[in-house]
């Protein structure tokens, strides 16, 4: 099964920014909604807390109140990449931040918010952030 690869964590200061992205290649992704979530126990994605979502076009996003205001997901769906810019972070948002896709279609402007709703998953990338 092809898996969502992720890039572009670090470390950087609390008031930074950083942009993930998130390479989710062809029709396998396409059709569908694509997510971010975060583990800071360093346990996996298994309950991973939602972060954000985004619908197959680009034109419906959905996002935790943790991070509404700060952080933004967007999609270029001519290069099957999905992003997480990050804004204003806080020490609080460290964490490993995985890209997830779904395969399942969902009506109107609905996008899932559980782990349990996507079924593919990026090795997840590291970001820091430092008081």
């Known amino acids: 099964q092809v898996q969502p690869v992720e890039s572009g964590g670090g470390l950087v200061q609390a008031g930074g920014s950083l942009r993930l992205s998130c390479a989710a290649s062809g029709r396998t992704f396409s059709n569908f909604p694509m997510a971010w979530f975060r583990q800071a126990s360093g346990k996996g994605h298994e309950f991973a807390e939602f972060v954000a979502a985004i619908n197959w076009n680009g034109e419906t996003t959905y996002y935790s109140d943790s991070v509404k205001g700060r952080f933004t997901v967007s999609r270029d769906t001519a290069l099957n990449t999905v992003y997480l810019q990050m804004n204003s972070l806080k020490p609080e948002d460290t964490a490993v931040y995985y890209c997830?896709?779904?395969?399942?279609?969902?009506?109107?402007?609905?996008?899932?918010?559980?782990?349990?709703?996507?079924?593919?998953w990026g090795q997840g990338t590291q970001v820091t952030v430092s008081s």
């Open positions: 997830a896709g779904s395969h399942r279609y969902y009506t109107g402007s609905y996008l899932p918010d559980d782990y349990t709703d996507y079924d593919s």
